[in-house]
């Protein structure tokens, strides 16, 4: 049998760490109650932590008990960093040399652009993500510990600052309704929000920053992209909800606490999962937004989701450039290859065939469009975000769901790369034009 490649063996891995986290998570010592829970409903919690989703059948708090929480932690910290990156401690402690192979697919698990230099980027990865679950957890004891005690506080202080900085949604509030009864709280949403978006930047962000700091002009193409679109989509998307969600999801709320939900809901809907308002509650064009929001995800090789900023970038630019009738797509005096380009046009293709596919499925199975929707761009994206529609889904939907979180996070394009036959054409055919628009 042939060795799998770096794409398949990133598939595979995935795959098998659901797998061992479902059957963790299916143990009586699981759950508070001691009682086995159905394994559809365990490998939907697995992939959903593993795929750093945040869409639960499950209250985490009143259904898992502490070995049930500390397994899915490991499998958001495992499934935020990949299962390559999380082991490379493992190998620097021991001094085993690491191989080609190991570096290949530390590539694909950190998302750097070549090979030479990938260990140092992983291992840079690695630091930027310590200190940055560190100085959340740390900040977040100030708002847990005097509400909850400090052992429970010192708990839920870390599992929601990996849970944030993974991207991944899961929180233990205990409510069944993510953060929204604390949607005034300041300190938590800020803190919360800044660890999304350090997680949702991406590695090579953050090695450019590490590099060469505010000095914006050395650093790289991707890094520009990733940095500039979403502090855009940021911005943009919060200003929007300020004024769309006034009377309806955010009615009743005062200026400045509007102004943190509308904030809050900007940085969530790009793959963080965590919800401070009702999503049930938000206007139709809430909703479009939502939806536009976690289409477009996180940076390029983060913990987020999505079709990802950079591909929305090079989306936008290369409908820019023929508009223009420009044969070149620049941006930052320089100019996008055109592998780059084909790549991000397929990539949109193929998570919107994906994403309708799978609300077809749910619709059929009696869910409503709308609510569709917005679960199946919300698995496809790793977002978590939901109309109240998860627990009460029918069996096939949940496999479908599951389905989606693994190709979210994996990556549509790599799901289909994975299993498909790699097949080099011997021979170029003759071109011939058709007819387009």
């Given at each position: 049998?042939?060795?799998?490649?770096?794409?398949?063996?990133?598939?595979?891995?995935?795959?098998?760490?659901?797998?061992?986290?479902?059957?963790?998570?299916?143990?009586?010592?699981?759950?508070?109650?001691?009682?086995?829970?159905?394994?559809?409903?365990?490998?939907?919690?697995?992939?959903?932590?593993?795929?750093?989703?945040?869409?639960?059948?499950?209250?985490?708090?009143?259904?898992?008990?502490?070995?049930?929480?500390?397994?899915?932690?490991?499998?958001?910290?495992?499934?935020?960093?990949?299962?390559?990156?999380?082991?490379?401690?493992?190998?620097?402690?021991?001094?085993?040399?690491?191989?080609?192979?190991?570096?290949?697919?530390?590539?694909?698990?950190?998302?750097?652009?070549?090979?030479?230099?990938?260990?140092?980027?992983?291992?840079?990865?690695?630091?930027?993500?310590?200190?940055?679950?560190?100085?959340?957890?740390?900040?977040?004891?100030?708002?847990?510990?005097?509400?909850?005690?400090?052992?429970?506080g010192l708990w839920m202080s870390l599992f929601h600052a990996v849970s944030a900085y993974c991207n991944a949604?899961?929180?233990?509030?205990?409510?069944?309704?993510?953060?929204?009864?604390?949607?005034?709280?300041?300190?938590?949403?800020?803190?919360?929000?800044?660890?999304?978006?350090?997680?949702?930047?991406?590695?090579?962000?953050?090695?450019?920053?590490?590099t060469h700091g505010r000095h914006f002009r050395r650093w790289r193409l991707h890094s520009k992209l990733a940095?500039?679109?979403?502090?855009?989509?940021?911005?943009?998307?919060?200003?929007?909800?300020?004024?769309?969600?006034?009377?309806?999801?955010?009615?009743?709320?005062?200026?400045?606490?509007?102004?943190?939900?509308?904030?809050?809901?900007?940085?969530?809907?790009?793959?963080?999962?965590?919800?401070?308002?009702?999503?049930?509650?938000?206007?139709?064009?809430?909703?479009?937004?939502?939806?536009?929001?976690?289409?477009?995800?996180?940076?390029?090789?983060?913990?987020?989701?999505?079709?990802?900023v950079n591909t929305f970038a090079v989306l936008l630019l290369g409908i820019r450039a023929r508009i223009r009738?420009?044969?070149?797509?620049?941006?930052?005096?320089?100019?996008?290859?055109?592998?780059?380009?084909?790549?991000?046009?397929?990539?949109?293709?193929?998570?919107?065939?994906?994403?309708?596919?799978?609300?077809?499925?749910?619709?059929?199975?009696?869910?409503?469009?709308?609510?569709?929707?917005?679960?199946?761009?919300?698995?496809?994206?790793?977002?978590?975000?939901?109309?109240?529609?998860?627990?009460?889904?029918?069996?096939?939907?949940?496999?479908?769901?599951?389905?989606?979180?693994?190709?979210?996070?994996?990556?549509?394009?790599?799901?289909?790369?994975?299993?498909?036959?790699?097949?080099?054409?011997?021979?170029?055919?003759?071109?011939?034009?058709?007819?387009?628009?």
């Amino acid at each position: 049998m042939r060795r799998p490649n770096a794409v398949q063996t990133l598939a595979l891995s995935f795959a098998l760490l659901i797998l061992a986290g479902a059957c963790l998570l299916s143990l009586p010592v699981s759950s508070r109650s001691g009682e086995v829970i159905p394994w559809t409903n365990a490998v939907f919690t697995a992939a959903s932590a593993s795929c750093v989703t945040g869409l639960t059948v499950y209250d985490t708090t009143t259904q898992f008990s502490p070995f049930g929480q500390v397994v899915l932690l490991l499998l958001i910290q495992i499934g935020g960093l990949g299962f390559v990156t999380a082991s490379l401690p493992a190998l620097l402690l021991t001094r085993r040399r690491v191989s080609l192979r190991r570096r290949a697919l530390l590539q694909d698990s950190v998302g750097a652009l070549q090979l030479g230099g990938v260990v140092r980027l992983a291992r840079r990865a690695l630091l930027v993500t310590l200190v940055s679950e560190g100085a959340g957890a740390a900040l977040l004891t100030l708002w847990f510990c005097p509400r909850y005690g400090l052992g429970k506080g010192l708990w839920m202080s870390l599992f929601h600052a990996v849970s944030a900085y993974c991207n991944a949604g899961f929180d233990l509030l205990g409510t069944g309704a993510s953060i929204t009864t604390a949607a005034g709280e300041p300190l938590l949403n800020i803190v919360l929000m800044a660890l999304i978006i350090c997680g949702g930047f991406g590695f090579l962000v953050w090695d450019d920053v590490l590099t060469h700091g505010r000095h914006f002009r050395r650093w790289r193409l991707h890094s520009k992209l990733a940095f500039t679109v979403t502090l855009s989509l940021f911005l943009g998307g919060g200003i929007a909800f300020f004024f769309l969600e006034a009377d309806h999801a955010f009615a009743g709320a005062d200026g400045p606490t509007r102004a943190l939900m509308a904030a809050f809901q900007s940085v969530t809907a790009r793959t963080a999962g965590f919800a401070s308002v009702d999503q049930s509650a938000l206007s139709q064009g809430g909703v479009l937004l939502m939806l536009l929001l976690m289409f477009v995800g996180a940076a390029s090789g983060s913990t987020g989701g999505g079709v990802k900023v950079n591909t929305f970038a090079v989306l936008l630019l290369g409908i820019r450039a023929r508009i223009r009738r420009q044969d070149d797509v620049n941006v930052f005096r320089r100019r996008l290859d055109e592998a780059d380009i084909h790549k991000a046009y397929s990539t949109a293709s193929l998570y919107l065939f994906g994403a309708l596919a799978g609300c077809m499925v749910l619709c059929v199975q009696g869910a409503d469009l709308t609510d569709a929707l917005y679960e199946t761009f919300s698995a496809m994206s790793t977002v978590g975000l939901s109309r109240n529609l998860t627990g009460g889904l029918p069996l096939l939907s949940k496999w479908t769901v599951i389905l989606m979180m693994f190709a979210g996070r994996v990556g549509s394009m790599s799901v289909f790369m994975a299993v498909m036959k790699e097949q080099n054409a011997g021979i170029r055919y003759v071109p011939e034009k058709i007819l387009i628009g």
